[in-house]
């Protein structure tokens, strides 16, 4: 049995992670995507609870429209997802490894009594299974 059995995703979670608000307009939310090259962004309220999710691909046709019709870009409440996937801090990675084969985000927000604690990402959880199997 691989020792990652043994871990768990708070130990490769990255603990400050991007995130977004409701009134966060589309294209702020799209620069920073960029930036932190990320697929997608965790929404949070006032006191960092989760609310929802925005992808790369959730915003592209409306970041489209607003550059080819020179329109403003609405917030993120409007495009976001509100049921989200999320795990918790003391998830197995060998189970979270086994819930990503079905289900296909490839950032999963980190949440404890629902607030955002982090962000866990399916490349974090192959490092760990490479580490893991490399000892």
């Known amino acids: 049995m691989l020792k990652a059995s043994a871990e768990t995703v708070l130990s490769i979670m ?3 992670c991007y995130r977004v608000t409701l009134d966060t307009p589309i294209t702020t939310l799209a620069r920073g995507l960029t930036l932190h090259r990320l697929p997608g962004a965790p929404v949070v309220d006032e006191a960092d609870r989760l609310v929802g999710f925005i992808s790369e691909q959730d915003v592209l046709g409306q970041i489209l429209d607003s550059v080819y019709h020179d329109d403003e ?8 997802r509100s049921d989200v996937l999320s795990v918790s801090p003391d998830k197995s990675i060998i189970d979270l490894a086994q819930e990503m084969l079905g289900a296909k ?3 999963y927000p980190v949440v404890e009594q629902d607030r955002l604690v982090g962000m866990v990402t399916r490349r974090d959880v192959l490092m760990a299974l490479l580490a893991a199997h490399g000892r």
Do not use: G, H, N, T
């Not at 870009?73 to 976001?80: K, N, Q, T, Y």
């Open 105 to 107: 985000p490839k950032i």
């Open 14 to 16: 990255s603990r400050d």
């Open 73 to 80: 870009a609405p917030p993120v409440s409007e495009l976001m």
